[in-house]
Nanobody, 124 residues
């Protein structure tokens, strides 16, 4: 049974920081590309950051320089460190896994496994 479980969401003031975590089980974590997506009501799911099985990272333009994605294969954990948060970062954040090496943050269809999401709220 494949499972991706996110945690770490919450409410923070603009300029604040949060760290999201995602623990995977039921699949070979180290052999999957991993990514974080986010979604606000009424909009499609947006790729935020990705990391391939070699550790190469990709970031969307809005978050580059503020967010850091990392993975710990031994702990089967994906992490997203978010700093200098802005109101437009508020969303439901999802962890995703893909067995396709070509999977990028620009296409949700390339990801086979998804978590249930963790809510991030940014407001004063």
């Amino acid at each position: 049974q494949v499972s991706l479980t996110e945690s770490g969401g919450g409410s923070v003031q603009p300029g604040g920081s949060l760290t999201l975590s995602c623990v995977g089980s039921g699949f070979t974590f180290s052999k999957h590309n991993m990514a974080w997506f986010r979604q606000v009501p009424g909009k499609g799911r947006e790729g935020v950051a990705g990391i391939d099985l070699y550790g190469t990272t990709t970031y969307s333009d809005p978050v580059r320089g503020r967010f850091t994605i990392s993975r710990d294969n031994a702990k089967r954990t994906l992490t997203l460190q978010m700093s200098n948060l802005r109101p437009d970062d508020a969303a439901m954040y999802y962890c995703a896994a893909s067995y396709r090496f070509t999977a990028t943050i620009y296409s949700t269809s390339e990801y086979q496994y998804w978590g249930q999401g963790t809510q991030v709220t940014v407001s004063s």
